[in-house]
């Protein structure tokens, strides 16, 4: 009786435990591959790149060799000069946002909420939305001057649509279930804009700010390069004067680096703000 027991009890072991290992095993193979997926692409792309520039498919005269263009990132690691250009350029980026975030969320909400509104400013968008931002720079030269309010109201202006359209869409395609509930309790206009309008858009608001952030900081080096206001777009074009292609490669990289970094930062601060939203729920899952 004992022997049917002992054997009752270790028989299912091992199938029950590798059934329940089994999950977690493959989960942690799914997040190393996320994670090194990107980076051997990135290895092998450099491979690739660094194989014809030697055997001089492309010449070295116009694409340097990628382990030169890594050395001089690595120096510039090291250089205050390349920190001071880093921080000035990050200073009119998130000026810039900021500005265009402030402006553009209350105005979504509002033309989201409000069709008169939506009507009345609906020309104004579409006749603006077309237009690049980097094609006012001549008026914001004449009207500012060459200061770095030229570099923040450009970024403000390219910021701006991607978040106001984000979150007009995101006022406009409420949950049924929570605007039907609103109703149901007879919510008066203010109480739905706070306790329904604003939670259900958030994850739309999100993502505009996120695409807004890569959007500014393409302008801001642009600005930079155009006008020579200190960042990393003026030591772009320094370095290309001086005839220097490993260091202007390498702040062009830098200038990369840093457009991915703002991306992660901005995802991984999305995840944890709307960690109870159904979308980053199942993401997780």
Known sequence: ??????????????????????????????RWGRALTPILGTLGFIALLQLIVEVGIVSADLVPLPTEV??????????GDFWAAVLDTLEGWAIGLLLAAAAAIPLGVLAGTTTAAFRSMRFIVDFLRPIPSIALLPLLILVLGIDIEVKIVLAAL?????????????????DPVARDTATVYKLNRFYRLIFVSLPGSTPYIATGVRISASVALLITVGVEMVVGLPGIGRAIFDAQ?????????????????????????FRAAERRVLRWHPSQLREVA
Not at 70 to 79: A, E, P, Y
Not at 248 to 258: E, I, Q, R
């Open 1 to 30: 009786m004992a022997e049917l027991q002992t054997q009752a009890t270790e028989a299912p072991a091992t199938p029950v435990a590798a059934t329940l290992r089994r999950p977690r095993l493959h989960g942690w193979r799914r």
């Open 70 to 79: 890594i050395d001089q990132f690595v120096r510039q690691l090291g250089q």
């Open 158 to 174: 390219a910021g701006f649509f991607p978040i106001f359209f984000a979150t007009l869409y995101g006022v406009q395609d409420l």
């Open 241 to 265: 004067y001086n005839s220097d292609l490993p260091l202007m490669y390498a702040l062009v990289a830098a200038s990369g680096m840093l457009g991915v970094i703002i991306a992660l930062v």
